[in-house]
Structure formats: structure tokens, C-alpha cells
């Protein structure tokens, strides 16, 4: 027998000039796009469909005019067997037509948006996947200790931080970023290279997330725990039955049913803040070098220690991390960006007083226990972090130490406006006289640090990066929301220091506990969010 006869292509007929080939090819690429269609059919409006389809061809189908008319008639013909039926009010020119069956200018019009929403969706289609998933990632990020340490004379504040550091440098490395280098005090940085055309004037946007965890619970052997297929109800951890993760106070739970959910043993926290959000930019990384399809600039990407101790920002390189603007991949619930953080100071109180043998001590000790006692029974009690919500400020005396000479307390200040804090300073610095009057022996002293300011201040003259975010994450299949942190990002000192940095979402929740959570929903859609926002970069500079 002789060679099989190659079976015929549409663009065969279309470049030999053929104008009307056999109704098969169009048919057949017809029944290929309108089933790719027909959820959006059902889920819009007959009108609001046909405007928007036009709209993606002349966005993204701008190739080959000729090959778009000829193809545009043989799918008219063969609309009138297969959708023909359909009834459309494209806009034209602002005004919508009269409803009636597709004209043949029209159906070539919409025939060739349907060419170029099914080219759309096969690219989409096509996407390769990232060599490792972000929840994988995550998995192995979370069992590398990385506690912080408060009042520490080195950045990194604990020796741990760097076991994280160098793996993540060397994995860069691996997935092709540029300049990987990690600085003496273990920040990490690297450069994605864009691939756009030479003289593209897109900006370089960063991405930043940090390595530590919270001192104030261990992670120290964090054993990772799925609840696979999540069905409602209370999650109790299982090496400490006392730790349950309830839903009547969580209610970000009940979006969470069906998703598989991700928490610690019990004994530990889980380390999502913000390990979530190193997994998510290595991912990123990731899928960007799997698919050089999707057109971006270049990406600066960094990882820093200490944020929860607040030190090691102050050592970032802004210069040599190479970003105009930038992100935290910091946040909580997905969804939710923050472009405003607290103002917030720390204030330290000493209560000097002096020791001697307790079985000589009449007249001469002088107990700095009970001035302390004293102090901390002063606070106001709607002015502390439990009795407080949204916009409301706080005084937190978070740490100290009690002893007969040397008594010590640490409050954090915070407050969305500065002159709430100034209010806040001037309360305790009440309290000190009020307690210095009843226990006349003991000294105390007040010392307030400001820590970082709200970085609402800057960024309001950067709205984009608040916008270009949204539209991300809705292209990501989420509700975008904005939303202040009760609390604050290494992006807040970043702001300030001259690179605009808000702070966008991880899905994590309960951060600095052992009840804390995430979902790999909430690490997927993170990564996605941030695969389309380097798209909306490219889409929005002019």
C-alpha cells in the first residue's frame, strides 16, 4: 500500500487561497471553540459576551489578518449548523445592534474572537507545571527550624536562620535566577531575567518574604500535618489534644471544605508566617522558568531573617536588590492586600530597686517585684490586644523580668495614626509617675523605640500596586479585598527607606501559635496570584 494521505489542515486550504473549503474544517474548529465558550454562555449575559470576546481578539490576535478573514468565513458557514441558533447583541461602535440572527460581518467579527479566545485558552492550557508544587515546598521549609531571638547584637539573630538561606540560595541557583547571593547578614537575593523585547519599559518589581519564625513559640521539630479533603467541624491537633483549632472561632474555616488543610503536631507552630511565602516565590521562580511563554520583566526576589525581631531589615540592600516597586508576600486570609500597617514603637520600663538578705532586709530592701505588679495593674483594659479590633489601637506588655534589684518590662505600642501613639506614650509615662509616687524607693525609667511607620503614608502616591494586585488575584479566581495589618511587615520600613512595598496575601492564619493554619488552596492560589500580577505589569506600562 502506498503512504497514508496527510489528512488536510484548515491552513493548508487557507494559504493556498482558497477561500471556501470544505464545510468539514470549519465545522471542526468550531465544534472545538464553542464548547470552550459555553460555560461563560451560561454564566453571562447574551450581550455583555460578544463585546467581551472582541475585545480579547483585538488584545491578543493581532497575527496573520488575512488568515483571520478567510478562516472567519468558513466557521460563518458552519455556524449556521452548529450555533446558529445562538443570538448575540454585539456592540458596535457604542451602540448595540438589534437583536437578530449574525450577519456575515458579524459572524466574521466574532468568529475571529472565538480563534483568538481559543488560542487564549490553549496557551493556558498548555502551561507546565512548576518541577516542585508550592505545598511540597512549603513541607520541606517548615521543618527547618529558623526561630528568631530578641535583643541579639548579630543580624541574623540565631545561627539556625542561615540552614534556610543557603538552601534557598542553592535552589535559586538550580532554577536559573541571576546574581544569587546571600550577604553577610543572610539576606538572600537573586534576579529572575525578564523576556521582553530590549528597550522595555517595564519596571523591575520585587518580591520579599522572610525566613524566621516568631520566638514566642518553638519551632523546633515542626512536624507538618494534612487534614486531607477537610469536611467542617474542629481540627484537634494530635500530639496535644488541649490544642484545637476550633471553627466557631475561626470562620475562615467554612470557606476552607473540601480543601486539604495543613497544621503543626501540636507542640509547635506551623512556621506559615512566612514560609508560606518563601514557598510561593520559589514556586514562582519555579514556573516561570517551565513555561518562557508567559512574558514578564525582570523579577528581584529576596528573602530576609529576624522580621519578627525587627532587625534584620535595617541591613537590606535596596541599591543591590535592583526593584523599582515591590511586594511582602507577608499576609493572611487570601485575598486580602494591605497598603496600611500600624505605626508602632516598643517602650522598655526598668524598675531599679535593692537587694540584700531577706532576713536582714528591714529597712533596707528595696523589692522592685511589687512596682512592677503595680505598673502592669494600671493598664487600661480596653486598651490591650484582646479587648481591641480593626482600627483600634493597643499598649501590649508582652516580656519581662521580675527581680528583687532589677525588675524589666517590654510593651509594644501600636496604632494606625501617629498621634494615637503619642496619646499611648503620654498614658505611660503617666503610669511611671503614678507608680513612682506609691513606691518612692524604686527608680523607673521609660525608653520608647520607634519601630516602623504606617506605610499608608507613601503609598498612597502609588496606588497601582494596589490596583495591578487586585486585578491579579481576580484573575487568580478570588475576591480581592483591602485591609489594614494589625500589625507589621518588613515592606513597612522598605516603604520608607525609598521602595514602595505593600503586602499581599499567603492564606495563612494564626500566626505566632501553634493553632496556626494554612491550606493548599491558600499556597496555590498565592503563587497563581503572583504569576498573573508580573503579567498585569506588562499589560499596564505604556
Known sequence: MGAARPRPTLRTHLTNGERTPPACFGERLARRILPRIEPIRGAREPRALPSRIYEMACKHDDREPALQNRRADVITHSLAGIGGGLKFRPKMGGEPCAGRRLSLMKAKLLCVALIALFRVLSVQAAVMPPKEPALDRFLRYVKIDTQSKEDQPTVPSTRKQWDLANLLAAELKTLGAEHVRASEFGIVYAMVPGNLPAGSKVPVIGFISHMDTSPEVSGENVHPIIHTNYQGGDIVLPQDPTQVIADARNPLLKTLIGDDIITADGTTLLGSDDKAGCAAIMTLVDLLGQNPQIRHGAIAVAFTPDEEVGGGIEKFDIKGFGAQFAYTVDGEALG?????????????????????????????????????????????GDLRPETTEGRIGFLH????????EESRLKILLRDFDARGLDTKEALLREMVKETERRFAGVKISLTVKENYKNMKEVLKDYPQLTEYAMEAARRAGLTPRIKPIRGGTDGARLTFAGLPCPDLFTGGQNF???????????????????????????????
Open 336 to 380: 486580602e492586600i494591605s497598603e496600611e500597617t500600624w505605626s508602632a514603637r516598643t517602650a522598655t520600663v526598668n524598675f531599679q530597686g535593692k537587694n540584700t538578705h531577706p532576713g536582714t532586709a528591714k529597712g533596707l530592701m528595696i523589692n522592685s517585684i511589687p512596682a512592677a505588679a503595680d505598673f502592669i495593674a494600671r493598664f487600661p
Open 397 to 404: 506588655p508582652y516580656t519581662g523580668t521580675l527581680e528583687v
Open 512 to 542: 505566632h501559635g501553634k493553632l496556626e493554619f494554612n491550606s493548599r488552596r491558600g499556597l496555590e492560589k498565592t503563587t497563581e496570584t503572583l504569576v498573573h500580577l508580573v503579567q498585569v505589569f506588562v499589560e499596564k506600562t505604556k
